[in-house]
């Protein structure tokens, strides 16, 4: 009898001792994880600010996105979202005033854009407040808001249009038309971004997070991301040979000055723990 009673007194210890734990088993003050984020973006021209020109949306591209995510918890159904990313992003514009808009290649020869796609790359630091539920089975749903400050650290773009030739050598006016021709690759970089670097945008988005080990939880959200800033640096600041102007002559030619808001809808795939 003595040892069913020590037994059944050292059970009891042992199961209170395990309820005092669970319950008094603290949530996380951190969290981090990685993510993958393919995206389809794309530029809003501003029609009015194109000195006066016909110009319409390119079309989206398909682009990609890659990071670390950081999650400071702030509450139990809130915290502040934060990391580092490296955001692919762009779209196109195409020019549909034929002849107007122009960079020259060389001396004698100049190319007249009908369509420019852009190539941007931006480091992305994103700031941001998460609001999920409490877990539902092994799901928990959430929504975020906030903004995206991003670095432009490469701009690349691929031009089509037709070029043209000085029909005399001495004169600087490009009047003689020539074939259809690509410039790929074209570098940008001095052309796009506030101060030439700089992007800021809205970030909203929704999803869910699936825990399948302890604080360990794969991560599925779809975001929209609208940018506030120009896409474009001012016409007037760019000291840059592929700087486009509006003429056939590089002595009388208006800078081109433009406008678009920069855009994008992603998937986010990532495991967070």
Not at 11 to 24: K, N, R, S, W
Not at 52 to 67: I, P, Q, R, S, T
Not at 121 to 149: C, H, R, S, W
Not at 165 to 187: C, H, I, L, M, R
């Amino acid at each position: 009898m003595k040892i069913k009673k020590s037994c059944s007194i050292i059970l009891f210890f042992v199961f209170a001792t395990a309820v005092i734990a669970q319950e008094g088993e603290k949530q996380p003050k951190f969290r981090f994880g990685l993510k993958v984020s393919p995206s389809v973006a794309w530029l809003g021209p501003d029609k009015t600010k194109f000195n006066d020109l016909n110009v319409e949306n390119g079309g989206a591209k398909m682009k990609f996105g890659y990071g670390l995510i950081t999650e400071f918890i702030i509450a139990k159904n809130y915290s502040f979202l934060t990391g580092v990313e490296v955001t692919y992003l762009g779209g196109s514009i195409n020019y549909k005033d034929a002849n107007k808009v122009n960079y020259q290649l060389n001396d004698s020869t100049a190319l007249f854009l009908s369509s420019r796609a852009f190539k941007q790359q931006y480091i992305t630091i994103p700031l941001a407040l998460k609001l999920k539920t409490n877990e539902i089975g092994y799901m928990t749903y959430f929504g975020q808001i906030g903004v995206d400050l991003s670095f432009q650290i490469k701009g690349r773009a691929n031009d089509k249009g037709t070029l043209y030739y000085k029909a005399n050598p001495d004169t600087t006016a490009f009047s003689v038309q020539g074939a259809e021709y690509n410039a790929e690759d074209v570098n940008i970089y001095k052309q796009t971004g506030v101060f030439g670097f700089l992007r800021v945008a809205l970030n909203v988005g929704a999803g869910v997070e699936w825990n399948i080990a302890g604080n360990t939880s794969l991560l599925f959200a779809v975001n929209y991301n609208n940018g506030f800033t120009n896409f474009f640096k001012k016409a007037d600041t760019i000291k840059d040979k592929t700087n486009l102007p509006v003429n056939d002559n590089k002595d009388t030619a208006d800078p081109l000055e433009q406008k678009a808001s920069s855009n994008y809808v992603s998937l986010t795939v990532g495991v967070l723990f």
